[in-house]
């Protein structure tokens, strides 16, 4: 079993941070490629850890659903510990016409989640229905 070594450093109310050494090194590798202080990259990481944590709000009708926070800033449901929209899932069955089976086999999902989707769906048609026509209509403006 190795040793690990700890460092610390102060955050601004003063209270202090120890990190395994290794830990550190990865967080200044990425704050020097970011271009910011490690305090900003920490500040930057918590931030975001908090703000997916506060996003993935699971309804206990749909466990398998969480509401993700994009890139854009906006949320979408996603199938829970994975990437895949809903709206990805409502395409495939709806527009695409492939079944349960072929879906949750493209996927690499079991059939329940896939039917649980499409009751999340069912649920919330109107919410779905728009983040698919609004994303149709960003494709449609740059093809």
Not at 35 to 47: K, N, R, T, Y
Not at 51 to 80: D, W
Not at 114 to 122: C, G, P, S
Request: charged share 20%; aromatic share 10%; net charge positive.
């Amino acid at each position: 079993m190795g040793i690990h070594y700890m460092c610390g450093f102060k955050l601004m109310d003063k209270k202090s941070l120890t990190l395994p050494k290794s830990l550190l090194q990865e967080v200044e590798k990425y704050a020097i490629n970011q271009g910011v202080s490690i305090e900003q990259f920490i500040l930057w990481a918590i931030a975001e850890k908090i703000g997916i944590l506060s996003q993935s709000l699971i309804n206990t009708k749909f466990p398998n659903i969480a509401y993700f926070k994009g890139a854009s800033g906006k949320v979408f449901p996603v199938i829970k510990n994975t990437s895949i929209r809903i709206q990805t899932i409502i395409i495939a069955h709806y527009q695409w016409e492939l079944s349960i089976s072929e879906i949750a086999k493209e996927y690499d999902l079991n059939k329940e989640l896939i039917k649980e989707a499409l009751k999340f769906y069912h649920t919330n048609k109107t919410e779905i229905d728009q983040m698919i026509s609004a994303e149709r209509g960003l494709e449609l403006a740059y093809v």
